[in-house]
C-alpha cells in the first residue's frame, strides 16, 4: 500500500512538474541611453508574443515563458555584453534584442555566438551585420540600413530637396547609414554640403550645427536618436535658425521628439522600418488590446521577433538552443499556413501536427539568406502633432 501511495505521489508530482514547467526567455533593449523612450513598447510588444504562446496551452504540451530582461543601453558594448553573459548565465534559451547596432554585434560575437544561443533583433540595421559570422545564431526582423539608406534618399529626392548637410551619430549604425545615404542622394543629383559626425551625451550641440550651417543646404539629415545628440542637433538648429527643416532616420523618429519640437517639425520628414500590410493591422488591433501603442518604431518588428522564436521551439518540439537556431528560417519563410499576430496558438498547434507554417507576422517576414528581413518602409512626416504615414515604400 505504501509503494502504491509513493507511485501515486511522483505520478501526480509529475504532472504538475509537466503543467507548469517553465522556459526562459531573455530580452535585452536599451532601457536607458539614447533611445529609452521607445524600448518599453518594444519591450512590451515582445512579451505579448510570449504571454500568447504561454497562455495558449500548445507550447511544447503546456510549457510557459518566463522573461527575464537585460539593459543594453544601445551604446556601451561592455554594459550590453555584461547584461547578455548574465541572460545566458541564467539559462535563457534565446534572445530577444538588442536593438542599437553597435551594441547588437558586441553581443552576438562575444556573448550569443560563442554560448550557441539565438539572437533575433528587431531593430539593428548596420550593413555590417549582414556579414557577421554567427554561425547561423543571429537574426533580426529589421532590413539593413542598405536598402534603408537608399529608401531615405528617394524619399529625400521626392521631397525636392536639392542641397542636404549630414550629421551622424559617430557610431555603427550611424557611419553605416550616412555613407548609403549620402551616396544615393548624390546619385539623385543632389547637392551634400557636408557630412559630419557628432556624439552623443553632450549639453551642447551649437558647435555642430555652426558647422553645419556653414555649409548650407536646403535641409539638414539627422542620423542619430531622438533622445541623445540628434535631439540636441534639431534645438541647437532650431534656436540658432540655422535650419528649420530635418530628414530624419528611423531611430530619430519617435513621440518623445514630437512632443519636445511641436511645429518646429513640420516640415520635417524621415523614413523607418514598417509595412501597411495586412499583418500591420492585425497587429495593431492586437497590440491595442494588450495595451500597447504599436505606432512606435520596431514595435510589430518586436513582436515577430518574439513569435519566431517560440515557433521554432515547437517546429523542433524542444527549448534546447540548438534546436531552436535551425528551426527559425523554415518558420520564418514557410512554406507552409500563413500566420498573423494573435494567431500563435493556431501556428503552435499545426506545429504539433508536423505541419508546416509561414509565418507572416506584423511586418510580413522574409528573410534572405542570412536570415535577415528584406523589409518595407515607410515614409513618415508631422501632422496634428504625430508622426503620421505618408505611404509604404
Do not use: W
Not at 509529475?14 to 532601457?31: D, H, V
Not at 540658432?240 to 523618429?253: H, P, T, Y
Not at 535551425?326 to 496558438?345: D, H, Q, R
Not at 528573410?367 to 508622426?387: H, P, Q, R
Amino acid at each position: 500500500m505504501r509503494k502504491l501511495f509513493i507511485a501515486a505521489f511522483i505520478f501526480v508530482s509529475t504532472l504538475a512538474t509537466n503543467s507548469f514547467a517553465e522556459i526562459k526567455m531573455g530580452i535585452i533593449l536599451g532601457f536607458t541611453g539614447p533611445i529609452e523612450s521607445l524600448t518599453p513598447a518594444m519591450r512590451d510588444s515582445a512579451k505579448l508574443a510570449f504571454e500568447e504562446a504561454s497562455k495558449s496551452g500548445s507550447l511544447l504540451g503546456g510549457e510557459t515563458i518566463t522573461v527575464l530582461e537585460g539593459d543594453s543601453t544601445c551604446v556601451d558594448s561592455a554594459a550590453a555584453q555584461a547584461a547578455a553573459e548574465k541572460l545566458v548565465a541564467d539559462g535563457v534559451a534565446a534572445i530577444m534584442g538588442a536593438d542599437c547596432s553597435g551594441v547588437t554585434g558586441a553581443i552576438a560575437t562575444n556573448v550569443a555566438v560563442p554560448n550557441g544561443v539565438v539572437m533575433i533583433s528587431p531593430s539593428a540595421t548596420s550593413p555590417g551585420l549582414t556579414d557577421l559570422a554567427d554561425n547561423g545564431f543571429f537574426f533580426r526582423t529589421a532590413p539593413s540600413d542598405a536598402r534603408g539608406g537608399q529608401i531615405l534618399a528617394d524619399i529625400t529626392k521626392d521631397r525636392k530637396v536639392k542641397s542636404v548637410a549630414i550629421t551622424y551619430t559617430n557610431n555603427d549604425y550611424g557611419k553605416g547609414l550616412a555613407d548609403v545615404y549620402a551616396a544615393a542622394v548624390k546619385a539623385h543629383g543632389i547637392k551634400v554640403t557636408a557630412v559630419e559626425s557628432h556624439e552623443d551625451g553632450k549639453a551642447d550641440y551649437s558647435a555642430e550645427v555652426a558647422t553645419l550651417a556653414s555649409a548650407g543646404g536646403d535641409a539638414v539629415a539627422v542620423i542619430g536618436y531622438l533622445d541623445q545628440g540628434g535631439k540636441g542637433i534639431i534645438q541647437g538648429s532650431l534656436d540658432s535658425g540655422a535650419f528649420d527643416k530635418f530628414i530624419l532616420s528611423d531611430g530619430m523618429i519617435g513621440q518623445s521628439l514630437v512632443d519636445a519640437f511641436g511645429k518646429g517639425l513640420s516640415k520635417s520628414f524621415g523614413s523607418l522600418p514598417g509595412s501597411t500590410g495586412k499583418g500591420a493591422g492585425v497587429f495593431a488591433k492586437v497590440a491595442s488590446a494588450g495595451g500597447i501603442d504599436s505606432s512606435g518604431p520596431y514595435t510589430g518588428e518586436s513582436y515577430d521577433a518574439a513569435a519566431l522564436i517560440v515557433l521554432a521551439m515547437q517546429a523542433g518540439n524542444s527549448a534546447d538552443r540548438g534546436s531552436i537556431a535551425k528551426n527559425v528560417m523554415a518558420v520564418a519563410n514557410g512554406p507552409g499556413k500563413k500566420i498573423y499576430p494573435g494567431e500563435l496558438k493556431k501556428a503552435l498547434d499545426l506545429l504539433a501536427k508536423g505541419k508546416a507554417v509561414d509565418y507572416e507576422g506584423a511586418t510580413g517576414v522574409n528573410f534572405t539568406d542570412v536570415g535577415e528581413a528584406f523589409g518595407s518602409f515607410l515614409e513618415k512626416e508631422v501632422k496634428g502633432g504625430k508622426f503620421k504615414t505618408k505611404k509604404q515604400r
